[in-house]
Every structure is written in C-alpha cells, then in structure tokens.
C-alpha cells in the first residue's frame, strides 16, 4: 500500500470514514475470529483481514464502541471478550482511517494525500472492490488499446456507482490539451476520492504531479516525489512537463 497522508479532512469525508469503519468492522466480525476457544490463534489472523481497520485520531472511543455494540447486536457471530477487546485496541484515537487490504490495490499503487491516488492497470477483481475502498470516480490516462487495458472497466465501476472517465494519452506524444481536460475533470471532481490510473502509473504519476502544482500550488519538488516513486521522466516526457509548467510561469529545473 501507499502512505496514507495527513491533513484537513472536510464532513463529507468524516461522514464517509464512519461509513467505512462500520463496513469494515463488519468484515472484521464475519472474519476468521469465530474460533472463541483459542484468542491467540484469532490474534495471529487479525493482521490479514482484508479489511482490517486501524484507527487513528478523531474517532471518540465511545463512538467506536457504539458501532462495535451495533455489530454485536446483529448477531453475526459470536465473540469472546478477548476479541472483542482485540478489535478495540486502538491505541492513540486519530481521524484517519487505514483499511489494510489482503493485497494491492493495482501494480505501482501510490497514496498522493486522503483524495488523490494513483496507479497502473487495475485487474478487474480490483476494479470490482474500488466502492468498497471509498473510490468515487476513476480516470484513465492510458488508450482502450494498450496492453492489459481491459474493455468493460467503465461498466465494472459504473455498477458501484463510481464515475468513470477515459482520457486516452498518447504515450509518444502527450498534449497540453489533454492535460486541460484532465484539469477539467479533477476541477469538477469536489471531494470524492479519486483513483488516477494507466497502464503502469507512468502518465498517471506525471499528470496528477502538473495537476498538483499547477492547480493546488504543492511545492514542485514535493509533488515530484510522488513521481520518483514510479519512474524518472525521459525525452518527450520532460518536454510536456517542462511546457505545461511554463505556459503556467512556473520556473523548475527538477525536469
């Protein structure tokens, strides 16, 4: 996973966050720990359940333990107070919310702050469990026919109800154009968390870097860190960036 990084969290975040510790406390419940009989063992699983929630500051305790009484009270099944104790080890409370998942969410996975994430291709079972994530919109930087793009992504995520748009960049030739459409639609966007993908986080990394600088006013040298992390830009690359970067009177010599 990538880092989960700090900063203000508007209501409509909080709002969704609590939704998310209730699912996934849920998931949490319906999990390995039924074996009553034997704590430790159910110790030894909690690290791989796949929507394993860890809070931090922000959530009050007594709001935790209401949703957990909640949970209890359905009835999923059945817990020892040893578990149940397991569960609400949270050490210092913050408000944000990390939900491990039992694997990536897509090769070259990085978390740019609590509504902007980048990647490559997602496979289609990660697609399927994008809304779960608290994923509600997706766009995609690479054309329908690069390799591993798969066909009915949009349908798969506009069953959850995630928008979906499609912006096909050519890889030889990256325009300006593309990246004021790409602005357009993250300007549009308000605070749903938005997944930004290609095909290996490369054109992704690299518009999501311009948007930030360019729109947000993030440092040049912060928002390229996000970049390294994937991949150092080369040739026609570096010119896009360098000609988006001046058309906005933003001196940089990181390209």
């Not at 009050?60 to 009484?69: D, G, K, P």
């Not at 109800?161 to 357009?184: E, H, K, M, Q």
């Amino acid at each position: 996973m990538g880092r989960i990084a700090t900063g203000y969290r508007t209501s409509a975040w909080i709002e969704r966050s609590r939704h998310n510790v209730l699912h996934a406390t849920a998931s949490v419940l319906r999990s390995r720990l039924s074996d009553r009989t034997s704590p430790k063992a159910g110790a030894q699983e909690l690290p791989r359940c796949g929507k394993l929630c860890e809070l931090r500051e922000g959530f009050h305790r007594e709001e935790v333990m209401r949703l957990t009484s909640v949970l209890l009270e359905t009835a999923i099944i059945p817990l020892s107070m040893k578990q149940i104790a397991l569960l609400l080890l949270i050490g210092p409370i913050t408000p944000f919310l990390n939900i491990a998942q039992g694997d990536e969410l897509a090769v070259n996975h990085i978390v740019i702050n609590d509504r902007l994430h980048t990647s490559g291709q997602p496979e289609s079972a990660q697609l399927s469990g994008l809304a779960e994530r608290g994923f509600e919109m997706v766009i995609n930087l690479a054309p329908p026919t690069t390799q591993g793009a798969i066909a009915t992504e949009g349908q798969l995520v506009a069953e959850d109800g995630i928008v979906y748009v499609n912006i096909p960049v050519d890889w030889r030739n990256p325009t300006y154009a593309d990246f004021a459409l790409f602005s357009g639609v993250l300007n549009q966007s308000g605070d749903r968390q938005v997944l930004i993908h290609c095909q290996v986080n490369k054109r992704a990394s690299m518009f999501t870097f311009l948007y930030q600088v360019v729109h947000e006013h993030v440092p040049v040298e912060t928002a390229f860190e996000f970049v390294k992390q994937v991949w150092v830009p080369e040739d026609q690359w570096v010119v896009f960036g360098n000609m988006v970067l001046e058309r906005h009177h933003i001196d940089s010599e990181i390209l």
